[in-house]
């Protein structure tokens, strides 16, 4: 059950009142900044975009999204104390998020919660990458980078190609489960469930994510600001340098995370704003935000075409906002592949390649750049000046993170909520509610069916791994599985044929624990 809703006492407005972006696009090492300098610009220019009449606003929290870059032994109080008393309070709340793209949306929302019952007067949520420098300093053998904060070896560093991460459970035994595997599974899950053929789907991918784009290339703090936009053919079609990862992705259909990006957002109250001069020109109201997960074990989901949390947190997110769907102007959906906006159109009744509205501000992770975890923070202040700039009346940000795991939702406007006060307690549970999954089994014999798979290609542009979702034909038991033999692979990889609800037989394989799936007439053999 879903904590019930309830309203703050105390009943003040939270607002963005400041925003801030960095690009640090630099030529040379000499420019090479760390994320904390990167995320300390943006900060510092959102505190700038107040217009505070008195200068004297004084912020009492400080949550940072946890970089990928680099590992921080602590990063908010480093950021506190590079900002300085003046600008920080004594005793601020100092926080630094779990990893996950889901999470500007989570601190957004956690922030305008603490405002609005009194318990902070002000805020700053910030995030930061710098993947692009860190890459840059390996490539001469500059490592740790000169000049960079001691790192915290004990941290997570997050390395979305290390299979070992996967642990040792189903995941692990048969190579699938990072984010280049998982997102694509969801897409051959929804391309047969829609009826397309891969051509059709490929061409709609590759249509939603040249629109994109163009977005990107438009945007002042683009990684790709000013360049030339892609062409749906160039962005669809396959060669040596756009080859594809696990299909029916290639390369420009994944996100770039190789960035020196930042943003940072500075919240407080209308009665906090009034009191410091802010003028109400830069005031953006946070209606509500939601969020849930359906889960890291993308095995014991319900199905992959869709997404109960990006449903339920879009639902929710309208619900606590006081809003309906058609009221709202503007979205931005996180985009690391081309399959999230989709559902999340798929669930609100557009059309992802044609909307009647906007469903990206950025031009998604390939175009405007994956900055690590803090992508929709962007989304954030760019919403923010579109709406300051009257262009849009409420907008809707989706912060995904994770494997299509973490979702969370924001609503802005230029009005503030219609009734009640911001709701005291999230709306969600952690996980979805209400949400049946097939029995899965870790050991699988027999004839079966083919849920959703994807095929791995190695850099030679040769498929070297078939990565199965499977059904027992007998129990209707989900199962993991491995491609059985070359012929069966082949069938995997041939575009020309719709392998959802593909019938084979299953092995397991005690030695390794992994199954096996083949098609074919000797597949019992």
Excluded at 129 to 134: C, D, G, I, Q, V
Excluded at 173 to 186: E, F, Q, S
Excluded at 331 to 338: A, E, H, L, T
Excluded at 431 to 447: D, I, K, R
Aim: aromatic content about 6%; hydrophobic content about 40%.
């Amino acid at each position: 059950m879903a904590p019930p809703t309830t309203t703050t006492s105390a009943g003040f407005t939270p607002v963005i009142v400041g925003v801030g972006e960095v690009r640090n696009k630099h030529a040379g090492l000499d420019a090479a900044a760390e994320p904390a300098d990167l995320m300390l610009a943006a900060i510092r220019q959102a505190l700038r975009d107040t217009a505070s009449a008195s200068g004297a606003l004084v912020v009492d929290s400080i949550a940072v999204v946890q970089p990928w870059t680099w590992q921080y032994g602590d990063l908010p109080g480093l950021l506190a104390a590079r900002l300085g008393a003046g600008a920080v309070a004594a005793g601020a709340r100092l926080h630094m998020t779990e990893h996950g793209g889901n999470q500007p949306g989570l601190l957004c929302d956690e922030a305008a919660r603490a405002i609005a019952s009194g318990q902070s007067k002000a805020a700053i949520i910030v995030g930061g990458e710098a993947l692009a420098s860190l890459a840059a300093f390996q490539k001469v053998g500059k490592y740790p980078p000169p000049g960079w904060t001691e790192p915290d070896l004990s941290g997570i560093r997050i390395d979305l190609s290390d299979k070992s991460m996967l642990g040792d459970g189903p995941a692990g035994r048969h190579g699938m489960g990072l984010p280049v595997h998982v997102y694509p599974l969801y897409e051959n899950g929804l391309r047969a469930r829609l009826g397309q053929t891969y051509e059709q789907n490929s061409r709609d991918s590759a249509e939603m994510y040249a629109a994109f784009d163009a977005v990107a290339c438009r945007h002042e703090y683009s990684w790709r600001a000013g360049e030339q936009p892609r062409s749906a053919q160039e962005i669809g079609t396959v060669t040596a340098r756009n080859r594809i990862i696990c299909s029916p992705y290639p390369l420009l259909m994944n996100a770039f995370n190789t960035v020196n990006l930042a943003a940072a957002c500075v919240l407080t109250s209308v009665e906090h704003a009034r009191e410091l001069g802010i003028p109400e020109d830069k005031w953006v109201y946070v209606l509500g935000g939601a969020g849930t997960s359906d889960g890291s074990e993308f095995w014991l989901r319900n199905n992959f075409y869709s997404s109960p949390a990006i449903s339920q947190s879009v639902d929710a997110a309208l619900r606590v906002s006081g809003l309906e769907r058609n009221e709202i102007d503007c979205f931005d959906f996180y985009s690391c592949f081309p399959i999230v906006p989709k559902i999340a159109c798929q669930h609100l009744g557009l059309d992802p390649v044609r909307p009647n509205k906007p469903i990206t501000l950025l031009g998604g992770l390939t175009s405007f750049g994956g900055a690590g975890n803090n992508y929709s923070m962007h989304a954030l202040t760019e919403m923010t000046r579109q709406i300051r700039g009257g262009k849009v009346h409420n907008g809707l940000v989706l912060a995904n993170g994770g494997s299509l795991s973490y979702q969370h939702v924001v609503c802005l406007s230029n009005k503030p909520r219609k009734a009640e006060p911001y709701p005291a307690q999230p709306p969600l549970p952690k996980l979805v509610h209400h949400v049946e999954a097939p029995e899965f089994v870790e050991s699988a014999e027999g004839p079966a069916t083919i849920e959703t798979f994807t095929v791995e290609f190695g850099r030679n542009g040769s498929p070297e791994n078939g990565l199965i979702v499977g059904r027992l034909d007998k129990t209707g038991q989900r199962f993991l599985a491995n491609h059985g033999d070359a012929a069966t692979l082949a069938r995997l990889a041939d575009t020309s044929a719709q392998m959802v609800g593909v019938r084979g037989w299953v092995r397991h394989i005690e030695s390794d624990g992994r199954n096996l799936l083949f098609i074919g007439m000797d597949a019992k053999i």
